[in-house]
């Protein structure tokens, strides 16, 4: 059984890997480095780890199951929330929030429920229609923007309604995309 320690953001919940025992860590990378006295401890999956404090700010709770991801799609990328800013946008409207640097992850997860088995998530998702919304600040600007792509070119009525609601139909790269609307 393995155990993860969730933690909530405004867009969704994160985990790691949560280990209070040396023999959890047996066979693993940080078996030499981890001492009993510096349990309990969470691991990343890109090999680091950090002291565990239930204190934390942003921690919601414990969760033990044999899979490898302990949330669900709609927990990690909040589905339709009203505070979306970045993500991904489907055909049908629906909004996945993520962060600055979780594109990658959520058409992961994203693509692994509607399109099993793809090799390359973000451009199957664009290839179908989605929308990404990603932050345009280049270091120049003064302000973040919202940006919206489109790998096709096009877009579907659901999604207009949505970027109405988003205010960001008036955007630039938008309005290039209404152009195009049959």
């Keep these: 059984m393995k155990k993860f320690a969730i933690y909530k ?23 030499n480095i981890v001492t009993e006295d510096k349990l309990p401890i969470v691991a990343d999956d890109k090999g680091g780890y950090f002291c565990f404090r239930p204190d934390d700010y942003n921690f919601s709770e414990l969760v033990e199951t044999e899979k490898d991801c302990p949330l669900s799609l709609e927990e990690m990328f909040f589905r339709n929330d009203k505070n979306f800013k970045l993500g991904w946008i489907s055909p049908d409207g629906d909004t996945y929030s993520c962060d600055y640097t979780r594109h990658s992850k959520s058409a992961r997860m994203i693509a692994q429920k509607f399109f099993p088995n793809t ?58 995309l209404l152009e195009n609307y049959d």
């Design 9 to 31: 953001s405004e867009t969704g919940y994160y985990f790691y890997r949560y280990f209070d025992d040396m023999s959890q860590l047996a066979g693993m990378h940080l078996e």
């Design 119 to 176: 090799k390359l998530p973000e451009r199957t998702l664009g290839k179908n229609g989605w929308l990404k919304v990603i932050d345009s600040w280049d270091g120049t600007e003064r302000e973040h923007r919202q940006f919206v792509y489109s790998m096709t070119g096009r877009i579907t009525n659901s999604q207009i309604n949505r970027l109405f609601d988003l205010g960001l139909y008036n955007n630039p790269e938008v309005q290039k």
